[in-house]
């Protein structure tokens, strides 16, 4: 067995900053890519022809992988292209609720002004800053972005929240009035704020992807989404016979 000899390191040759200023450990960072709507077309366009990630993301200069992510989302299937709606505020009348404020003039006569009711504009003007932070570019583009859709269901982004409403629903409380009461209770805290009956829905019918499974149950065993109620004792002979 030879004997162990001690290596000592002789003018840092075999340090990791010697072995970076040769280049060995020099890795290109590349930055990261914000795909445009046009380059999403363009993606999609693509791969309807038949071609595979690897061709589409030499387009890009990028990586499969990153193609693959943004395919995944909905699929594999090209999602409908995105409109506002008619009724929405667009920019120009955001633009003209954002002259109004800066002229101190009401919410009723910038309202007259754009033949909207007053409400439409004071609730616009609480969601985005206030009547002294309001921006209409910026009011406009968060607009856009809460129409996205679909959203996270707030019970399977909320442990604590689903938590609450599964002990509220196993005591026979409804869908409205728990979220009148989260209303009440957390006032202020916007996490346990606007808890919908069609979020409650949605933790039925998407167990999978529910928060906790606890409250699945208990919302499926609730009266108001009974499919079926079950027969009065009395009626029990005719309900089996019909």
């Not at 439409?120 to 968060?142: H, L, M, P, W």
Request: proline share 5%; charged share 25%.
């Amino acid at each position: 067995m030879r004997p162990l000899r001690v290596v000592h390191s002789t003018g840092r040759c075999n340090t990791l900053e010697a072995a970076r200023a040769e280049g060995v450990l020099q890795m290109k960072q590349r930055p990261r890519t914000y795909y445009t709507e046009d380059r999403r077309l363009l993606m999609w366009e693509r791969w309807r022809k038949g071609e595979s990630l690897q061709q589409i993301a030499q387009l890009f200069d990028r990586n499969h992988s990153s193609i693959q992510r943004i395919l995944s989302e909905t699929g594999g299937i090209q999602p409908a292209s995105r409109c506002r709606s008619r009724l929405a505020l667009n920019l120009a009348e955001r633009e003209e609720i954002s002259r109004g404020l800066v002229c101190g003039r009401s919410i009723r006569s910038i309202s007259a002004t754009l033949e909207r009711p007053p409400s439409t504009v004071s609730r616009e003007i609480k969601r985005n800053g206030g009547s002294s932070n309001y921006r209409a570019g910026r009011a406009d583009q968060a607009a856009w972005d809460r129409a996205r859709r679909p959203k996270i269901c707030k019970l399977a982004d909320n442990w604590n929240l689903a938590h609450i409403v599964a002990e509220k629903l196993k005591l026979q409380w409804s869908p409205e009035q728990i979220s009148g009461w989260l209303k009440c209770a957390f006032r202020g805290n916007e996490a346990y704020q606007g808890v919908a009956r069609d979020d409650l829905s949605h933790a039925i019918h998407s167990s999978a992807r529910s928060a906790e499974k606890g409250t699945c149950r208990a919302l499926a065993t609730h009266p108001s989404h009974a499919s079926v109620a079950p027969p009065h004792p009395e009626n029990r002979q005719l309900w089996t016979n019909s």
